[in-house]
């Protein structure tokens, strides 16, 4: 088992900036590739970034140019900066770890863009 735990999300003007961060633990040495999803009200869930263990990440377009996904194996952590936050980026962010058999995801932090 592997367990994720999200934290930074909040409320935040936009323009502005925030940092997300997931902490694993459990049978981390399973772990691949670690990225972040989120979901509005009414939407699906959809993938924002992605990190494999050697560093290489992909974005979604819309967050191009403004989030950055980073990742400390040392602390089992992965990180999204995002800056320039706009409302539509408002949602619930999700931290997911992909195993060897299965997916594992976190509880999901708040992240609301608004003035």
């Known amino acids: 088992q592997v367990q994720l735990a999200e934290s930074g999300g909040g409320l935040v003007q936009p323009g502005g900036s925030l940092r997300l961060s997931c902490a694993a633990s459990?049978?981390?040495?399973?772990?691949?590739?670690m990225g972040w999803y989120r979901q509005s009200p009414g939407k699906q869930r959809e993938l924002v970034a992605t990190?494999?263990?050697?560093?290489?990440?992909t974005y979604t377009n819309s967050v191009k140019g403004r989030f950055t996904i980073s990742r400390d194996n040392a602390k089992n952590t992965v990180y999204l900066q995002m800056i320039n936050l706009k409302p539509e980026d408002t949602a619930v962010y999700y931290c997911?770890?992909?195993?060897?058999?299965?997916?594992?995801w976190g509880q999901g932090t708040q992240v609301t863009v608004s003035s």
């Open positions: 459990g049978r981390i040495w399973s772990i691949n590739v």
């Open positions: 997911n770890a992909v195993g060897p058999r299965r997916d594992y």
């Open positions: 990190i494999t263990s050697a560093g290489r990440p």
